[in-house]
């Protein structure tokens, strides 16, 4: 049975493809039916799969199913081939569980929408391009699910296309992924060049066995690094992902969590045995997420917007993923982004069931207080928050501090501090969430107020589901202090990369300041937004500079606007006027009117009567022939 | 003699304009339905060719040869794995050009008609004819209708439009018919035979000077054709001003005769020229890349945009066709096949949008989705497909140009990857002002979605786009043989001249017998192992 792992992006796309032809003939109820199916029958033939691969000896890792030769010409060659390993069955788990809880939220959060099956065709193709990236077995096919995950974020962010806002926010994510992808591309070339495969155990191969040279692992590492951090949202592509929220909210619950964000860390996993060759490469790979983790919390600190703040979240977490993959620690990395899936998908579909409750309120200024309003989503939201704040016993505190750990036993020390001071922040921001809207004084308008109700069991139900997860999830995952034996997480995975060991008393004491540093945050936040409400404003107008910056996001995506949108359309405006009108197509007019004679002639010949037309075509003709001719 | 198949596909369209002559014009429906008859059969019987295609031999197929006005001018026609894929281009989109008019030609339909059919012979003839002359006749016959089409049936500013057209195309045709006989007569020196056979000119060993004034005035009309950077102007103009189906040829296929005479002719006969010139074609080729496609960021106009977006595709073409190497143009040859597809596809957008609006002007525009989710879909497909987006026909022509670029020159290919940035940024952009956003204009609330007919020329090309872009092995397999062919002749010929590079004796000569029996055996060599 281990061999229908194939099948698993298959039966999402077979179900986009109808959507796609009858989705407007078929009733709502159908659709909801096919689509949520579709993803349930993925999940289970990932168990199975999953199952099946436990049963095969690791020595036949990983299962391959070539299905036809896609491109080939040359020395090109890209198979249609999928593979099934460790590393992709964690994958495919986590998107397959995710993706359908997040189809089965949808059917209640889009259920009076009218582009209902045009939206669950898109959600149906992101899923299939997900499951396709994390089982391609070469890179070039996975270069499809990288570009088909762009194109279904593109359709969905834009998804009410109808607001200037969401179409401009779905066409920037597709162009900032794209600079992204160009980079990635040109990864994919160097690795055909140097290596002559785009197969990844052919890569493993080639870098194990000593056929690359380091300055070209470097080069193709970081390239394809570029290309991370266009779909993974890190410094400095990371600017298309606070808009994504345009989008309707599962949309975001799936960007963020299960699918598309998640590719940069799988692809460095994926190829862990590059990264692991090229210490240069790695090195920035760990500084790259720990300047994005500290960077874009510091952001998240200040927006009032609820999705704002967890979408400032996702880009910080999934810096420290890549603090994981950057330190050698692949399972590490790997663990939370297993983690992680569950618990921002959580906050963003509780999110949602805020916005549900609110009829569409995003700001928490006007909130407060809901926590009697929302007694299913308040619970759930708090278990989200508690495991991404890193508070002991919880999914995230395993995760995060398997990441720091490692990191310290690298002696990366500096990133090491910077994840610390990212924990903080991380804690503070999401219980200043949590107070702003569940606790203290309620600013609804009365209008809303009398509205608010709790969302129906068809959202809350994978609320609850999310939030057994994202307490669970990271017992798998047990520090090793506890004993090597239960990582049941890093047997499974058995990635590349060495783990530096470090004795158990350092190790407790890393785990004590982690512990730390989650309540402190915790403990601030609650200082400043239930005991001392005035503070944040007090704060705010002290330091209006830096509370504006901060707002503001820096000012980055004015910065990129000003140099390079607008300088390329001002610049190419002018060489279009200047050049392309005046010098190019000057010189051809100048010609031309010096033979105006000519093409006054020519315009007497159109009379517009056939006879004429075709006089001149013979007369034409037989001058050409008898001129060829002499 | 066989069954003259080839013939019969180069001339079914002008026997049915033939036809259409007898045909009075007022019975509007039947010279419509003649017409697409015509061109629908011509299209079948074209598939025989690509089912019949013999991919493990470089010579040419389905030759027929027969004597026309002597002195080496016969009627010599045939195909191999280049041109195959450019006929069937033709013959499939002359039918979808057709529908594509049904409602948009008011005045002149019968002329209408026999020119675009005229047309359609004229196109095929180019890529069929194994005889010089043969090639020359077609190459400026097709001028003839495409001229008429642009002029009767264009915009506002047509005259100058097509006159600018003509111009430039006679310029660089003039000095190729110069060329064309300036071969002829070293050839008949060299062999004492005369002849315009275009294999027999790939056996002449030329001069390195002689081979570069040759080659320069064959590029300047190929140049001009693709266009290429910085002969370009006349394609806005051009497009900007034809009619929907005159713009869909034009860009589909029109264009291709310049790539197609490069592979055909420049490469094989000229190789030392061509290598001498490299470095100023690929510079230009690329310029072409990203000038095209930052002009294409600003036009106003969305023909004109699609326009300067086929400026931008056709310089990669080009750059692969100037890398040398088999990815680059096999690449080069699907991504004809894909340009035209999508580019043309592109086209009926607009042509779509303009007959409902009037205009073509993008500001006139905005939120057209809402009103026509049909065309909403197909319209975005074909900007994936020429976007390139993996698992639509763009990306494979893509990757193997762009491969084949970075073989041969690293710093080219990643400054040509700037389309892949650049397009998405034009393309998005325009769809997003045409279809995205609030409805706020009066008019647009009257569009009708896509009719039974304009669905049917649609789906087509859409399903192509997927064939292409999935499984593209059925089409890339065909080329092997006569790409690798290609190649090995231009080594050849390398090989001659460096063996002895000062040695004045070889002067436009006929390549030695006792090489050509050793090419004959790397021939061989070659079908085995493809």
Redesign the interface.
């Known amino acids: 049975m281990s061999d229908i792992f194939w099948l698993i992006p298959f039966v999402p796309a077979l179900s986009a493809l109808i959507l ?1 032809v009858f989705g ?1 003939k078929l009733p709502k109820k159908y659709i909801s039916y096919q689509a949520c199916g579709a993803v349930l029958i993925s999940f289970g033939i990932s168990i199975i799969s999953f199952i099946g691969l436990l049963q095969t000896p690791q020595q036949n890792y990983p299962l391959v199913k070539n299905l ?9 060659k890209a198979n ?1 081939s999928l593979q099934f390993d460790p590393l992709s069955a964690v994958m495919a788990l986590v998107v397959s569980l995710v993706g359908f809880l997040i189809h089965v939220y949808s059917v209640g959060y889009m259920a009076e929408d009218k582009g209902y099956s ?1 939206y669950f065709t898109y959600l149906n193709l992101f899923t299939f391009s997900m499951l396709l990236l994390v089982m391609a077995s070469n890179i ?1 096919l996975m ?2 699910g990288w ?2 995950v762009g ?1 279904c974020s ?1 359709l969905l962010i ?1 998804f009410w ?4 806002s969401a ?2 926010a779905g ?1 920037k994510a ?2 900032v992924n ?2 992204g ?2 980079a990635f ?2 990864g ?2 160097f690795i ?2 140097h290596i002559g495969s785009g197969e990844f155990t052919a890569i493993h191969q080639a870098v194990g066995g000593g056929a690359v040279t380091q300055g070209v692992a470097t080069l193709i590492a970081i390239l394809l690094f570029i290309g991370a951090t266009g779909k993974s949202a890190q410094i400095p592509l990371y600017v298309w992902l606070p808009d994504a929220m345009e989008g309707p909210t599962p949309v975001s619950a799936l960007i963020h969590a299960a699918t598309m964000v998640t590719a940069g860390v799988y692809m460095v996993s994926r190829l862990n045995s590059l990264y692991a060759f090229s210490a240069a490469a790695a090195e920035i790979v760990a500084l790259v997420g720990a300047l994005t983790a500290v960077y874009a919390a510091t952001m998240a600190l200040v927006q009032n917007d609820i999705k704002r703040v967890l979408a400032y979240s996702t880009i910080s977490q999934i810096g420290y993923m890549f603090i994981g993959c950057g330190v050698g620690a692949y399972t590490a990395g790997m663990f939370h982004l297993y983690t992680h899936a569950f618990f921002k998908s959580l906050l963003f579909l509780a999110a949602g069931s805020v916005m549900h409750a609110l009829s569409g309120e995003l700001d928490m200024k006007k909130m407060g207080g809901l926590k009697k309003y929302l007694p299913l989503t308040y619970p759930t939201f708090l278990v989200g928050a508690i495991a991404i704040a890193g508070v002991p016993f919880f999914s995230g505190f395993f995760s995060k501090d398997a990441i720091l750990t490692s990191a310290f036993a690298k002696g990366e020390y500096f990133i090491w501090a910077l994840g610390i001071a990212g924990a903080v922040l991380t804690a503070f921001y999401i219980f200043r969430l949590i107070f702003l809207t569940f606790h203290g004084k309620e600013r609804m308008k009365p209008q809303v107020k009398e509205h608010i109700h709790e969302s129906p069991p068809v959202m809350t139900i994978p609320l609850i589901i999310l939030a057994f997860f994202s307490f669970g999830a990271g017992y798998i995952g047990l520090p090793a202090v506890l004993g090597q034996k239960l990582n049941v997480f890093n047997q499974f995975l058995k990635l590349g990369g060495h783990e530096a060991h470090i004795s158990m008393g350092i190790e407790w004491l890393l785990i004590l300041i982690s512990i730390a540093v989650a309540f402190t945050g915790i403990f601030l936040a609650y200082m400043f937004y239930i005991l001392k409400p005035y503070v944040p404003s007090m704060m705010a107008s002290k330091y209006p500079r830096l509370y504006k910056v901060l707002y503001n996001k820096y000012y980055v995506d004015e910065f990129y606007n000003a140099a390079f949108v607008n300088s ?2 001002k ?3 002018l ?2 006027n200047h050049f ?1 009108l005046k010098v ?2 000057g010189a ?1 007019n100048g ?2 009117s010096s ?1 105006n004679f000519s ?1 006054k002639i ?2 007497y010949f ?1 009379s ?1 009567l ?1 006879k004429d ?1 075709a006089l001149v ?1 013979l007369l ?1 003709v037989v001058i ?1 022939i008898g001129y ?2 002499f | 003699m066989t069954f003259p198949l080839l013939s019969l596909i180069t001339f079914l369209p002008l026997a049915g304009s033939v036809l259409l002559i007898f045909i009075p014009k007022e019975k509007r429906a039947s010279l419509l339905y003649l017409a697409l008859i015509f061109s629908l059969i011509t299209f079948i019987v074209s598939l025989f060719l690509f089912f019949n295609f013999n991919g493990h031999t470089a010579d040419p197929q389905f030759v027929e040869k027969a004597p026309w006005i002597g002195y080496g001018i016969n009627y010599h026609i045939g195909i191999d794995g280049i041109s195959l894929f450019l006929i069937l281009l033709t013959t499939f989109l002359f039918p979808i050009a057709i529908l594509s008019s049904w409602n948009y030609i008011q005045s002149r339909v019968k002329e209408y008609l026999i020119f675009i059919l005229m047309l359609e012979t004229g196109i095929i003839g180019v890529f069929v004819s194994l005889n010089l002359f043969l090639f020359y006749v077609f190459w400026e016959a097709m001028l003839i209708p495409m001229y008429f089409l642009i002029g009767t049936w264009g915009g506002p500013r047509r005259i100058y439009a097509t006159l600018k057209f003509v111009l430039f195309t006679m310029l660089g045709s003039l000095l190729m018919l110069v060329a064309i006989f300036s071969l002829y007569s070293l050839y008949f020196k060299a062999s004492g035979t005369y002849s315009f056979n275009i294999f027999d000119f790939h056996n002449l060993m030329l001069s390195s000077n002689m081979q570069i004034w040759l080659f320069l005035a064959f590029a300047l009309a190929f140049a001009i054709k693709v266009p290429m950077f910085p002969f370009h102007t006349w394609l806005p103009d051009a497009h900007v001003q034809a009619p929907t189906a005159g713009s869909v040829i034009l860009a589909a296929v029109l264009l291709k005769m310049g790539a197609y005479g490069f592979l055909r002719f420049a490469l094989p006969i000229f190789p030392q020229a061509v290598e001498k010139f490299l470095p100023l074609l690929a510079i230009l080729s690329l310029i072409g890349i990203i000038y095209g496609g930052l002009m294409a960021l600003i036009q106003k106009d969305a023909k004109s945009l699609v326009a300067y977006s086929s400026v931008s595709h056709m310089g990669l073409i080009m750059l692969a066709v100037f890398s040398l190497n088999l990815e680059s143009i096999e690449g080069a040859i699907y991504q004809m096949i894909n340009h035209g597809l999508s580019t043309g596809a592109l086209f009926l957008c607009v042509g779509i949008l303009y007959e409902r609006a009037h205009t073509r002007l993008i500001k006139d525009f905005g939120g057209v989705s809402k009103q026509m989710p049909v065309f909403a879909a197909f319209f975005l497909i074909c900007i994936l497909s020429s976007v390139g987006l993996p698992g639509l026909n763009g990306f494979v022509g893509e990757i193997l140009c762009i491969f084949g670029v970075f073989k041969a020159n690293q710093v080219l290919a990643i400054l040509g990857v700037s389309t892949v940035i650049l397009a998405a940024g034009y393309l998005l952009w325009m769809y997003q002002r045409i279809m995205h956003g609030p409805l706020e204009k009066k008019k647009i609330l009257s569009f009708k979605d896509m009719n039974i007919r304009e669905i049917i020329y649609f789906v087509p090309i859409i399903i192509m786009m997927f064939w292409l872009g999935i499984y593209p092995q059925m089409f890339l397999r065909k080329m092997d043989v006569s790409v690798q062919h290609l190649l090995n002749q231009m080594a050849q010929k390398e090989k001659i001249l460096t063996q002895n590079p000062k040695d004045p004796s070889i002067k436009n000569q006929l390549i030695p017998k006792s090489l050509e029996k050793e090419h004959h055996k790397n021939k061989k060599k070659e079908e085995k192992t493809l």
């Not at chain 1, 036809?68 to 090109?76: D, V």
């Open positions: 796609a407007t036809f030769t896609w491109i080939h010409a040359g020395l090109f249609l045009r070039v270069f499809v570009e088909g194109l593109y834009g296309f109808e607001k200037h179409a401009t066409k597709f162009l794209r600079i992808d160009a591309l040109l994919i070339l055909f060049i390329t359309i610049g190419s405006e060489i279009y392309d190019i197509d051809v010609t031309a033979t093409g020519l315009s159109q517009g056939i037309y075509f034409g050409f060829l001719l």
